[in-house]
């Protein structure tokens, strides 16, 4: 099994705000996170497979990165998470945001030989989030 990564980076603004508690839970539960701030996120997709005979690849890399740029980077960079259509409603943690993507890619990058295997967002240097099926 080959295990092949793109790598992505994308700036955008959220506040942590669940809207179902109220202000007072929220500022105890988010802290500085509950007030508007914003991350220069990286985003790295992987997908594991074999190689393609003719290609010798297992997904072209240029094909993969634009896909997640019409798909994921195109509607988040530069933006405000908390109202963009695909975060409605959800409070855009790293761990919501990492599940919503992996939603929005996997059926795009499903082949004979290949399939999404990873959806890893560093909103920060030191805080890495994961999503595996
Ligand atoms: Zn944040």
């Given at each position: 099994m080959?295990?092949?990564t793109?790598k ?10 669940n ?7 929220n ?12 991350h ?8 594991c ?7 010798g690849y297992?997904?072209d890399?240029?094909k ?16 405000y998470l908390?109202?963009?259509?695909m975060?409605?409603?959800?409070n855009?943690?790293?761990e919501n ?28 240097e030191?805080n890495?989030i994961?999503?595996?099926?």
């Open positions: 080959i295990y092949i793109r992505e980076h994308f700036s955008a603004s959220h506040r942590l705000n809207p179902k508690i109220g202000k007072k839970e500022e105890a539960i988010f802290g500085k996170c509950n007030e508007f701030h914003g220069n996120y990286y985003l790295e997709v992987t997908l497979g074999e190689p393609e005979q003719n290609s297992v997904f890399l240029k993969l990165s634009r896909i997640i740029s019409k798909e994921i980077l195109q509607k988040v960079d530069h933006k908390n109202e963009v259509e975060f409605k409603g959800i855009p943690t790293t945001m990492a599940g919503i993507f992996w939603k929005i890619l996997n059926p795009k990058l499903k082949t004979k030989n290949a399939r999404l295997y990873s959806v890893k967002i560093y909103e920060t030191k890495i994961e999503y595996r099926d």
